[in-house]
């Protein structure tokens, strides 16, 4: 059955788009002494803060993305037509969990001289977000082609994503 496949596709490109992987070590809560997330333009976080904080949101976005997979594995039941909906509903939440985590991510004030890497980061992260909508129209439309097709493009866009954070230091954005 291709729709299950395409569901199945959707629960994968969902797993993908969270920031990262699931890294279980616990890690902090991102609260280092002297620092603080920056919404005011104050001091800048070290490299070290920073990644201890971007991990953090990335931790709690993973958590809520697992939520949203098991959502949409348990789609189920009805017409096609009805299966469709709940999957274009699904993603366009996990779309909006994305926003959330990027808007965590502006708030903080990264050093200086990576800000160009963690824009490259983040403008990956808004690639995947802007995927995910789009595979909600294709559920919209019922063209489990097109959600195939885009889920695969998605696929393609967190791995450079995961290679950026991977690189940078990030443990859980940049996880598979």
Known sequence: MRFLTALVLAAFALSIAA???DDDDGGGSGADEGS???TEGSQALSKQEFIEQGDEICREGNEEF?????????????SASEQFAQA????REGADLIDARIDDFRALD???EDAEVIDQYLDGVED???LLEQMADAAAAEDEQELQDVSER????????RGIAQ??????????
Not at 88 to 91: F, G, Q, Y
């Open 128 to 130: 995947q977000r802007a």
């Open 19 to 21: 920031c990262g992987g």
């Open 154 to 161: 998605l696929d393609q866009v967190a791995a450079e994503r």
């Open 167 to 176: 690189g940078y230091g990030f443990e859980d954005c940049g996880g598979q």
């Open 110 to 112: 990264p050093p200086p």
């Open 36 to 38: 603080a997330m920056t």
């Open 88 to 91: 274009e509903s699904i993603l």
């Open 66 to 78: 697992e939520r949203i997979n098991e959502e949409l594995d348990a789609i189920s039941g009805g």
